[in-house]
């Protein structure tokens, strides 16, 4: 069974920055594209969606919403299955719970990791 563990979260002001972290349990890391998903405040009814912001294919080939474009990064360690998420020049708009997962196969979800963005 695949566990997925997500770290890095924190409070940050407007403007700064965090690497946000996802450990995947399991040899199996390298055959999927992975992704991050955030879900905010207020969005956690039934049937809401988390987010798609950033994702990256098993070669590196990575997209990113127009609202993270040029400001996150996602990058991924196929050695230490491991994917980041380096998140610059927060807004507040951006605090969310951050989650890492696989887009195309949708593994059980981790407990994610919350980041604050203070204005």
């Known amino acids: 069974q695949v566990q997925l563990v997500e770290s890095g979260g924190g409070l940050v002001q407007a403007g700064g920055s965090l690497r946000l972290s996802c450990e995947v349990s399991g040899s199996i890391f390298s055959f999927y594209s992975m992704g991050w998903f955030r879900q905010a405040p207020g969005s956690q009814a039934p049937g809401k969606q988390r987010?798609?912001?950033?994702?990256?294919?098993?070669?590196?080939?990575?997209d990113y919403a127009e609202s993270v474009k040029g400001r996150f990064t996602i990058s991924r360690d196929n050695a230490k299955n491991t994917v980041h998420l380096q998140v610059s020049r927060l807004k507040p708009e951006d605090t969310a719970v951050y989650y890492c997962?696989?887009?195309?196969?949708?593994?059980?979800w981790g407990q994610g990791t919350r980041g604050t963005v203070s204005s």
């Open positions: 997962n696989a887009p195309g196969q949708m593994f059980s």
């Open positions: 987010e798609l912001v950033a994702s990256i294919t098993r070669g590196g080939n990575t």
